[in-house]
């Protein structure tokens, strides 16, 4: 193996590392966030990009729940999976799914989250057969939204 090719796979190993670093040091943080007017917590600058976000700041309400576990069987394949932030509202009926993901570009990986979102939904309609459930991104490097379901 050329030095080239070498000093290339190491410089792409320590972006990764980096990368994945900065996500699980995001999502730490961005589990801590509750966005109240009696009891605010966590990281107050976060806590502020989220409040001027009318979309977002439900998401952070008490009720939510952060890093809910939840598995089940999908065709016969066994899943386990992490949700970021779940909210259930049994007086509506509703669940919202909210994944963060720390990636700048949005489109690279969409199919790949769409169908992670899918799986969240899949699982929790086994559970909650008569309810709504909507899936949702938030992308963190600008704290914008996307609906994928």
């Known amino acids: 193996m050329s030095d080239t090719k070498l000093r290339d796979i190491i410089s792409q ?3 990764t590392k980096i990368a994945t670093d900065t996500g699980k040091k995001m999502h ?3 589990q801590g966030i509750i966005i109240s007017d ?3 917590h966590g990281d107050a600058e976060i806590r ?3 409040a001027q976000r009318p979309e977002l700041t439900h998401f952070f309400a008490t009720n939510s729940k952060t890093e809910v576990p939840i598995a089940g069987h999908i065709n016969g ?4 999976r992490r949700i970021d932030r779940l909210i259930i509202d049994d007086t509506n009926k509703t669940i919202d799914i909210l994944d ?4 700048t570009n ?3 990986f969409i199919d790949k989250y769409t169908a992670q979102i899918n799986e969240y939904a899949t699982l929790l309609r086994d559970i909650y057969p008569n309810y ?3 899936g949702y991104i938030l992308w963190l490097h600008d704290f914008e939204l996307t609906k994928i379901i």
Request: charged share 30%.
């Open 13 to 15: 190993m320590k972006h």
């Open 77 to 80: 394949k066994f899943i386990s």
């Open 28 to 30: 730490t943080k961005m």
């Open 100 to 103: 963060y993901k720390t990636d």
């Open 38 to 40: 009696t009891a605010p």
């Open 48 to 50: 502020a990009k989220i």
């Open 106 to 108: 949005k489109t690279a």
């Open 132 to 134: 709504t459930i909507r």
